[in-house]
């Protein structure tokens, strides 16, 4: 006969139960994690000789030459001089590459010449015009440990500190410091190495037409040798988060971000876990802080959980909960009580970088007039089921008019939806893929916006031209200053030229 339970052991069996539910609810996520982290292993190969490829791994093409520029600027400027000879000679097209973070071969000719612009990065900074003199070759990473000493940090750069200044510009890229339009609002001047071989100076009142046209020209008006950028003072930053319903999302926007002088940086994060996909956002917002020093410059602290979280959500609706509850949850009490702004700048790519050779990761990104955003998040709920791919991440930023670029993506206030996909390198995904960019494209012009040009050239000819109506006057103007087509990539060849 079974024995009654007695309160002891009615105690030490609820007891027994905790620690199971303890134990088993610790033991999935750790053990989640580490398999993540064991499997983590760098499978990319270098590629073969005659070869270069940009970051979406699936852009390899032939080149006849990559060419490093001299870090010497008499000597730099002398040599792309004789380059400029010989690649006409030869009847060679050139290219420019910083770092080769764009993803639609925007920085590669087939068969012609790449010009490597990274050994070209020295720089100065004068207190008393707040201007950072920049070689164009100059990643971010070395730019914010040269500002920090003395006080100072970058106005406008994107997330991560990978990317050279040139290709910074190139791409008039944007990010999450808030209120700011893109990068081109902070350039007071550049050099630009024009076909014929001239310099020009550029800037809002020399060479005007210029100064709007390579500034998110792609390379295709020249080689952008150095610039002058307006820099800030680096501050100290405390992190305020918001974890709210999507349709509640714009009314903590406004009451907590718009029009706050004390908002220096803010981003918004959408849930895109199975069990609440696209139904709430995670807001995170950093003041300027009360008084009180301002944090060393130091790397990121966690940089392998936070990277086994986020690659652990690739191909796994259990390991995107996951990053979620950890992001909704556990991300405020982990973090610091303050941060300086170069601290949150100093991060690189590498962080979260795919290493799998199987697949590839791949941005999106579009811009939408608030007016817009409804409709548009209505169409990533519709569309993106609907196909077979992996979506790891969506962050909404905040961009102010673009008053500087011609071929400008922020005609207004936007919203932008920067969106991050797992995606297997064939041929049968990159068509998948390239079906659910053009939904998504034709959504973001629904909404009156547009899509950002530096990712896949996924766009038809015809949806580049509804998105930027400026684009036929573009390519004239590129005709203009470079009749015999030297500088030269992909996306001329798909949109200036036709496919």
């Known amino acids: 006969m079974r024995r009654p339970l007695t309160r002891r052991r009615k105690i030490l069996l609820a007891l027994l139960i905790v620690a199971i539910v303890i134990v088993v609810s610790v033991s999935r996520p750790a053990g989640h994690l580490a398999t993540v982290a064991w499997q983590d292993a760098d499978q990319l190969q270098p590629l073969a000789a005659g070869y270069i490829d940009d970051a979406s791994r699936l852009n390899a093409s032939h080149v006849a030459e990559v060419w490093p520029i001299p870090a010497d600027p008499a000597q730099a400027e002398s040599q792309l001089r004789d380059l400029l000879v010989r690649a006409r000679r030869d009847k060679l097209s050139i290219s420019i590459a910083g770092a ?121 008006f020249g080689v952008i040798l150095d610039a002058d950028l307006r820099v800030i003072p680096n501050a100290r930053y405390r992190l305020e988060q918001f974890v709210v319903s999507l349709n509640q999302a714009l009314a903590t926007y406004d009451a907590e971000i718009a029009g706050r002088d004390d908002v220096a940086m803010a981003y918004g994060r959408l849930g895109i876990a199975p069990s609440h996909f696209l139904e709430d956002v995670i807001i995170n917002v950093f003041h300027e802080g009360p008084g009180g020093p301002i944090p060393p410059l130091a790397s990121a602290n966690s940089i392998k959980l936070r990277r086994n979280l986020f690659r652990g959500s690739v191909g796994s609706d259990y390991g995107k909960e996951l990053r979620w509850s950890a992001e909704a949850k556990l991300q405020p009490h982990l973090n610091k009580e303050y941060f300086s702004r170069n601290q949150l700048l100093n991060e690189g790519v590498e962080v979260f970088q795919n290493r799998s050779a199987a697949s590839t990761d791949i941005l999106h990104e579009y811009f939408v007039p608030r007016s817009g955003v409804a409709s548009f998040i209505a169409a990533l709920r519709e569309t993106i089921p609907k196909h077979d791919i992996d979506l790891l991440n969506v962050t909404v930023r905040f961009v102010e008019e673009d008053h500087d670029t011609f071929l400008r993506y922020a005609t207004e206030e936007m919203f932008a939806f920067v969106m991050l996909f797992n995606q297997p390198t064939t041929a049968a995904a990159e068509a998948e893929m390239k079906a659910v960019s053009q939904a998504l494209i034709e959504a973001s012009l629904a909404a009156g916006g547009r899509y950002y040009l530096p990712y896949r050239l996924h766009a038809t000819p015809a949806e580049f031209a509804r998105a930027y109506p400026q684009g036929a006057e573009f390519f004239a103007e590129k005709r203009k200053y470079d009749p015999d087509g030297v500088f030269q990539n992909k996306f001329h060849l798909k949109y200036g030229e036709g496919e």
């Open 100 to 220: 080769r973070h764009s993803m639609g071969g925007h920085t590669i000719s087939p068969d012609g010449i790449v010009i490597d612009m990274t050994p070209f990065h020295a720089m100065s900074f004068d207190p008393e015009t707040n201007l950072l003199r920049v070689q164009a070759g100059a990643r971010w990473s070395e730019i914010i440990p040269y500002l920090d000493p003395v006080g100072r940090s970058v106005a406008v750069m994107q997330s991560n500190n990978s990317f050279t200044v040139g290709g910074s510009l190139s791409v008039n890229c944007h990010g999450w410091q808030y209120g700011r339009p893109p990068i081109a609002s902070t350039v007071e001047s550049f050099r630009l190495l024009l076909a014929d071989g001239t310099i020009k100076t550029c800037s809002r009142t020399e060479n005007a037409e210029l100064f709007a046209l390579a500034l998110g020209g792609y390379g295709l």
